[in-house]
């Protein structure tokens, strides 16, 4: 079997991790592949003392057995972005980890033995995460595990534009605003946040519609996890979908942005994450 890491760039800790954990991992007979990013770290890396695994685009992670991502909840999203519905299992090395179930201490004996349950029964432990997918007329972006934006040419004045926001069909609200951000439960507690939209425990299958800086109607609203949520920008020169901070659509004033549950879960694998503990650090 193969197994992918991820792991941050420019950090000591999870260059180290990665390299313990890679020659664990030859000890328990799996293959080891590393994506673009950190196989390009790794070149004269001193933290890093296994053989050189292959490296592959990130995208190529979904054909692994399972991937670990080694960093912040940024590296987790990179990593998720590849996996596709590979099991991924995340290291915290960062401040909350809302993403990142696995204390640094003990990654590397729990990825060994997922591994080791893997050869054994042909599958790993898993639990499902729902994604969001976004669409336009000719376009269709990669599912995102946090949020969808769509926002005019700018923020602040002078920006945003005029949106229309419609579940299932049917009209929420409508006004100026710098833009409509729709989370996933996962998302909640990021950029929604921010913004003034509310926690969403990630048990609760719902969708979060926040208004970004609205100048009235538009208070956060929380739908079912299967609506269809359409979010129509007019009134801007241009415009831009953004999914997970990363991947960006330029748009064209007028034009309806579709949203919906992906096909396609995160397929978590791992301890159950502690929600109300990585709160606690946002204090």
Known sequence: MTVGIVAQ???????????????????????????????EALVDHDAWRAARPTSRPVEAMRDCDLVVSIGGDGTFLYAARGAGSTPLMGVNLGEVGFLNALAPEEAVETVVAEVEHIQKTGSARTRAMPRLRASGPDWELSPALNEVVVQGTHRGSGGGGEFEVRVDGALYTSGHADGVLVATPTGSTAYNLSEGGPLVHPDVPALVVTGMAPDDGMPPLAVSA???????????ESGVVVSDGRVRQEISPPERVSLTRASEPIRLAGPPLDFFTALGKLA
Do not use: I, K, P
């Open 9 to 39: 760039r420019d950090n000591d800790r999870a260059m180290s991790l990665a390299s313990e954990l890679a020659d664990r991992l030859a000890d328990a007979d799996a293959s080891v592949a590393v994506d673009e990013t950190t196989g």
């Open 226 to 236: 299967d609506s269809d949520v359409s979010v129509e920008l007019t009134d801007a």
